[in-house]
């Protein structure tokens, strides 16, 4: 597969309002994305993705016959759109709404209004995700790496697992809690293991000092991907010893890079 532009991308646009639709689809433009499809509900919009290929699904959040949340974890429950890329657009900060969709694995979350850049890094996240490039490092191997993806969603393991496999990583083992991860561990060595703050039976906290104090590989790079915002916590998490924290929704770019820093 040849690298991915942004004047190549093809996005699927669902957004009622068309003053916003409008500016949507002139900032896309002035990027260099060309090829827009725009419709106004998530059911026109799940209809449309699965008559044509789209890179990119962006969104509102309040549809007339759906929410955002909604049309995204539709989306994953289709093996047809299940991997598409979904970037919300919205201004609602309720956890309600927006803990499901970081959990279903998506690009970006923008506010409305957003700045000019932080779409542009959205577009770049998306080009990334799709490119399947390796990490690039020298003193790596990336087919050869044993990777342990540690969450409690199945659609957050799968985004971590895909973005990953475009790095050239093919060894991937995974985990729904911490516990099931202590039990994996007893049996076989990992080089590196991506986990989820946040998780019943054992929460990443709890995995990451049992990795330190009481496994075998205390040593192990453990790079933690959160929707987490209390800085007491993510401080207990530090201490604990976790190798590198970045946010979730999680760009592909930043996660090359802690990668190759923590691995290299």
Same mark, same amino acid.
Request: hydrophobic share 40%; glycine share 4%.
């Given at each position: 597969? /040849?690298?991915?532009?942004?004047?190549q991308?093809?996005?699927?646009?669902v957004?009622?309002?068309?003053?916003?639709?409008?500016?949507?689809?002139? *900032?896309?433009?002035?990027?260099?994305?060309?090829?827009i499809? =725009?419709?106004?509900?998530?059911?026109?919009?799940?209809?449309?993705?699965?008559?044509?290929?789209?890179?990119?699904?962006?969104?509102? $959040?309040?549809?007339?016959? $759906?929410?955002?949340? @909604?049309? #995204?974890?539709? $989306?994953?429950?289709?093996?047809?759109?299940?991997?598409?890329p979904?970037?919300?657009?919205?201004? /609602?900060?309720?956890?309600?709404?927006? @803990?499901p969709?970081?959990?279903?694995?998506?690009?970006?979350?923008?506010? &409305?209004?957003?700045?000019?850049?932080?779409? &542009?890094?959205a577009?770049?996240?998306?080009? *990334?995700?799709?490119?399947?490039?390796?990490l690039?490092a020298?003193e790596?191997c990336?087919?050869?790496?044993?990777?342990?993806?540690?969450?409690?969603?199945?659609?957050?393991? +799968?985004?971590?697992?895909? #973005?990953?496999?475009?790095m050239?990583? /093919? +060894?991937l083992?995974e985990?729904?809690?911490?516990? /099931?991860?202590?039990?994996?561990?007893k049996?076989? =060595?990992?080089d590196?293991?991506?986990?989820?703050?946040?998780m019943?039976? $054992?929460?990443?906290?709890?995995l #990451?000092?049992?990795?330190?104090?009481?496994?075998?590989? &205390?040593?192990?790079?453990?790079?933690?991907?959160?929707?987490?915002?209390?800085?007491?916590?993510?401080?207990?998490?530090?201490?604990?010893?976790?190798?590198?924290?970045?946010? +979730?929704?999680?760009?592909?770019?930043?996660?090359k @890079?802690?990668?190759?820093?923590?691995?290299?």
């Amino acid at each position: 597969m /040849e690298k991915i532009t942004l004047d190549q991308l093809s996005v699927l646009l669902v957004e009622p309002s068309s003053t916003q639709r409008r500016i949507i689809i002139n *900032h896309l433009n002035g990027f260099g994305v060309m090829s827009i499809d =725009s419709v106004t509900t998530g059911t026109d919009g799940l209809n449309t993705m699965n008559k044509d290929n789209h890179d990119l699904v962006i969104s509102a $959040m309040h549809l007339e016959d $759906m929410t955002g949340t @909604e049309l #995204v974890q539709n $989306m994953r429950m289709d093996s047809n759109t299940s991997d598409i890329p979904f970037m919300l657009i919205s201004s /609602e900060t309720d956890f309600r709404y927006l @803990e499901p969709i970081r959990q279903a694995g998506v690009i970006a979350l923008l506010p &409305k209004p957003y700045e000019i850049d932080q779409l &542009k890094r959205a577009l770049f996240s998306t080009v *990334h995700y799709l490119d399947p490039s390796s990490l690039n490092a020298n003193e790596i191997c990336p087919e050869k790496l044993e990777v342990l993806v540690v969450d409690d969603s199945f659609t957050a393991r +799968k985004h971590i697992k895909r #973005v990953l496999s475009n790095m050239g990583i /093919e +060894k991937l083992s995974e985990a729904e809690n911490g516990l /099931e991860a202590v039990e994996i561990i007893k049996d076989k =060595s990992f080089d590196l293991i991506v986990t989820d703050y946040n998780m019943p039976e $054992m929460d990443g906290k709890q995995l #990451v000092e049992h990795i330190r104090n009481n496994s075998t590989q &205390k040593t192990i790079p453990v790079l933690m991907v959160s929707s987490e915002s209390d800085d007491n916590r993510l401080a207990a998490v530090q201490q604990a010893g976790v190798s590198a924290i970045c946010d +979730k929704p999680f760009e592909p770019g930043t996660v090359k @890079e802690l990668l190759v820093q923590m691995l290299a």
